[in-house]
């Protein structure tokens, strides 16, 4: 979501205090307690009887947030400026969504999205119906695009996908790194999470394509080499692929916390 303004005008006493730096938190006696990222403010409009820790102030001042102060007609009476609001990064954003507890509703539904337009699209293009079926979850989809290979070179293809699909994982990893300064971002930052799997285990599932699409599969002593010069061959398809799904992953980002 875009970045709002909030307004603090309420009837009741409101205590405003700071949430681990990375968000307002808004308490009042008669209503339940809120927890509002910084990252998701614009601004805030505040009535001068609400009580505001100087703690919460200072993270406003921090982020660049600048808040007014109002009487109960909704005069100006004063304001607080920090620092000038900079240009939201990619980090600052991963950073911002990860300590925020709504990370966990939001990003394994964007996940399961992701997983599953990348195999539909790898069925279709290795000349097999995507239904809800085959896309039930990774095996299964891998199961059925493994017995098309099978049915078009005659000979089983696992070790030629997976070895694929290492270079893939290696690449998406890398063009992570190149995206994401701050490398702690990217796994383990919560317990559990690693970004570098997940979003190359999307990316993998393309290794099926060029393994179908291939003229003919390796004999075992030279699949590494056999592996490598077709990824190669075919790095102005796989660069695309992994920065769209990086961008997918960056406008998910700025959707729910920017």
């Not at 968000?23 to 339940?32: E, I, K, N, Q």
């Not at 995206?179 to 990217?186: D, H, P, T, W």
Request: include cysteine; proline fraction near 5%; charge should be positive.
């Amino acid at each position: 979501m875009s970045a709002r303004p909030l307004y603090l005008n309420p009837s009741e006493a409101v205590v405003v205090s700071c949430d681990a730096g990375v968000a307002l938190r808004v308490r009042g006696a008669d209503s339940p307690s809120r927890r509002i990222p910084l990252a998701q403010l614009s601004r805030v409009v505040t009535n001068h009887h609400t009580r505001w820790d100087s703690q919460a102030l200072l993270a406003c001042m921090t982020h660049g947030i600048p808040v007014s102060f109002v009487d109960r007609h909704g005069k100006p009476i004063g304001w607080c400026f920090g620092q000038r609001r900079r240009e939201t990064t990619l980090d600052h954003l991963l950073r911002a969504a990860l300590d925020c507890p709504e990370w966990d509703r939001y990003y394994p539904s964007w996940l399961d999205n992701q997983r599953r337009a990348a195999a539909a699209q790898a069925l279709i293009l290795c000349g097999e119906r995507a239904s809800g079926e085959h896309l039930r979850s990774a095996r299964c989809t891998r199961d059925v695009l493994c017995n098309a290979h099978t049915r078009k070179h005659g000979l089983a293809a696992g070790d030629t996908v997976t070895a694929l699909a290492h270079l893939a994982a290696q690449e998406s990893a890398a063009a992570l790194s190149h995206a994401v300064a701050q490398s702690e971002l990217l796994a383990w930052h919560r317990p559990g999470l690693n970004l570098i799997d997940d979003i190359g285990g999307i990316v993998c599932v393309y290794a099926h394509v060029a393994v179908h699409h291939a003229r003919r599969l390796p004999a075992p002593e030279m699949l590494e080499k056999w592996a490598i010069k077709l990824y190669q061959a075919d790095a102005e398809l796989w660069a695309p692929r992994i920065g769209a799904i990086i961008g997918s992953f960056e406008r998910f980002l700025r959707e729910h916390w920017l």
